[in-house]
């Protein structure tokens, strides 16, 4: 029998469903008319003006299962940037990688508010302990380019909607949005019929695997807030309004949170007949170098950057992790999957180290929770 979830995602025919009276009682109770609204948003409101608005950029940054692996110590012209051992993925992201990459994000969203307001961004890596990065700002000549990128921190979101499948991005957006690629992450672009379809059938037998994996599948379910009272208490994490499947199918949702189970069956197919099936292009970033962690860093701000030209071109994007997931869950023990392997087939001697879908959404998304600067300052140390 089909399960309730898998039946919700596919959100055809249950529209009579909907206008059970209790249930949607349940359903404004879980949020249904609240989404994107309250505390747990309001991070995406502050003024990005002085050093507590750089800190706000960085707040706002696309991190891997919104865990918002961060600490920030804003200091006199600095921001320290530490890492949150409590919001690490485990089975999850076991070489770290997705953590470096989110860390990327939150300096890249973070120098990007600095340069429209006039300032210069240094980043030294500490090595070793909690403290990751020291960014130091300085007034200094900044490309005034950087002032409409800024505009599209609060504005942009993931967006895991379908999206227009006849309309790809042309080749000189392409090359706009490949021009944030450099410092030894380069971008490929899988485009035609045959490598679509070669990258889709990977990352669904890769989602099959992963909700395979008892491990993987707990460390990930952490993240999932399927009610409202946790979206807003913990402002964190996967919510039913992120993923994105339309008002009917997020209002049966929120009257009926689903079981981790259905959450899983649901998850496969929506990733095969949405996500796939409905992107015009994937995007690779590619490191030069296999397991390097500093280019994990460089490809998250990469991404960061990319996204942010992106939904300035009214371009959405929405990365797909289960292929580098699984291959790193291996990895992680020494053993190479065939995933690996055909990873390592896009990336020539470097590594693929995060893949998206990209293309003209159907319909716009709303942010996704964040704790606000205060709520994550690190103590003086
Ligand atoms: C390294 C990295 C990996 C990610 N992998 C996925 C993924 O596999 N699937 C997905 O739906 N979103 C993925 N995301 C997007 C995050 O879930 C998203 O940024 C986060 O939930 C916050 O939402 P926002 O980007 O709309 O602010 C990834 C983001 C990063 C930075």
């Known amino acids: 029998m089909i399960s309730r979830r898998g039946f919700i995602l596919g959100t055809v025919g249950v529209g009579t469903a909907v206008v059970a009276g209790g249930g949607l009682l349940k359903a404004a109770e879980n949020g249904v008319f609240s989404?994107?609204?309250?505390?747990?948003?309001?991070a995406w409101d502050a003024?990005?003006?002085?050093?507590?608005?750089?800190?706000?950029?960085?707040?706002?940054?696309?991190?891997?299962?919104?865990t918002q692996p961060w600490k920030l110590r804003v200091g006199d012209g600095t921001i320290d940037v530490l890492g949150d051992n409590e919001r690490l993925m485990g089975a999850a992201d076991p070489r770290l990688r997705e953590l470096h990459l989110s860390l990327g994000c939150v300096i890249e969203n973070m120098a990007v508010a600095a340069a429209a307001q006039g300032r210069t961004t240094g980043v030294e890596f500490v090595r070793g302990g909690d403290h990751f990065a020291r960014l130091t700002f300085a007034h200094g000549e900044t490309d005034a380019s950087y002032a409409a990128l800024a505009e599209q921190i609060p504005l942009r979101r993931t967006n895991r909607g379908a999206y227009d499948v006849k309309r790809a991005p042309k080749p000189a957006t392409?090359?706009?949005?490949?021009?944030?690629?450099?410092?030894?992450?380069?971008?490929?672009?899988l485009s035609s019929a045959g490598e679509r379809d070669e990258f889709s059938a990977l990352t669904v037998k890769a989602t099959e695997v992963h909700?395979?994996?008892?491990?993987?599948?707990?460390?990930s379910h952490a993240w999932y807030r399927m009610k409202w009272s946790e979206v807003e208490q913990h402002k964190d994490g996967i919510t039913i309004d992120g993923a994105a499947v339309g008002l009917i199918g997020t209002t049966m949702l929120k009257m009926f949170p689903p079981t981790s189970d259905a959450?899983?069956?649901?998850?496969?197919?929506?990733?095969?007949?949405?996500?796939?099936?409905?992107?015009?292009?994937?995007?690779?970033?590619?490191?030069?170098?296999?397991?390097?962690?500093?280019?994990?860093?460089?490809?998250?701000?990469?991404?960061?950057?990319?996204?942010?030209?992106?939904?300035r071109l009214g371009i959405a994007m929405h990365p797909l992790s289960q292929a580098?997931?699984?291959?790193?869950?291996?990895?992680?023990?020494?053993?190479?999957?065939?995933?690996?392997?055909?990873?390592d087939a896009y990336a020539g001697t470097g590594e693929v180290v995060l893949a998206f879908r990209l293309g003209y959404p159907r319909a716009d998304v709303p942010p996704s929770p964040r704790r606000p600067v205060g709520a994550v300052s690190a103590q003086r140390g």
């Open 35 to 42: 989404a994107g609204d309250g505390d747990a948003f309001s």
């Open 211 to 219: 909700v395979n994996d008892a491990a993987m599948q707990r460390d």
């Open 324 to 343: 580098l997931a699984v291959r790193d869950r291996d990895l992680a023990d020494g053993k190479r999957n065939e995933f690996a392997d055909a990873l």
């Open 263 to 311: 959450f899983d069956e649901g998850w496969t197919k929506v990733t095969r007949e949405t996500h796939c099936a409905t992107a015009p292009l994937f995007g690779l970033l590619v490191a030069g170098a296999a397991d390097d962690r500093s280019a994990w860093v460089t490809a998250g701000r990469v991404y960061q950057r990319m996204q942010l030209e992106a939904t």
């Open 174 to 189: 392409l090359e706009t949005l490949a021009a944030c690629a450099g410092d030894g992450v380069g971008v490929r672009w």
């Open 47 to 66: 003024p990005l003006e002085g050093m507590q608005g750089i800190a706000a950029a960085g707040v706002l940054a696309a991190n891997s299962h919104n």
